[in-house]
């Protein structure tokens, strides 16, 4: 059975920083063959992409993500992390990792991605 188990949310000052972790287990599951992602979504919002990192180590991040978050992974301990800077109240979500097989730079999004975990909450208050 695979699981994605995420971390690192809580609540925040604008301005102010978070690490958020997800830890992948199951047996023969490693994320160094798969794509991961950060995915987030609001209260009455669909669900968007943040940032994904493909089995190659290429990035792709969303808009509002360029220049404040920071994806990586590291495939020893088979952990994604997203480095959360310069918070933003829009940036207030509940933030979920998912990995899969399918790899596109344009049009990417959750359909693209099997396995999802329960996520962890951001918040950021002005």
């Known amino acids: 059975q695979v699981q994605l188990v995420e971390s690192g949310g809580g609540s925040v000052q604008t301005g102010g920083s978070l690490r958020l972790s997800c830890a992948a287990f199951?047996?023969?599951?490693?994320?160094?063959?798969?794509?991961m992602a950060w995915f987030r979504q609001a209260p009455g919002k669909a669900r968007e992409g943040v940032a994904a990192i493909g089995s190659d180590g290429s990035t792709i991040y969303a808009d509002s993500a360029k220049g404040r978050f920071t994806i990586s992974q590291d495939n020893a301990v088979n952990t994604l992390y997203l480095q959360l800077n310069s918070l933003k109240p829009e940036d207030t979500a509940m933030y979920y990792c998912?990995?899969?097989?399918?790899?596109?730079?344009?049009?990417?999004?959750?359909?693209?991605?099997?396995?999802w975990g329960q996520g962890t909450q951001v918040t950021v208050s002005s």
């Open positions: 199951g047996y023969a599951f490693s994320i160094y063959y798969l794509n």
């Open positions: 998912a990995a899969g097989r399918v790899w596109r730079r344009a049009g990417w999004g959750p359909a693209d991605f099997t396995y």
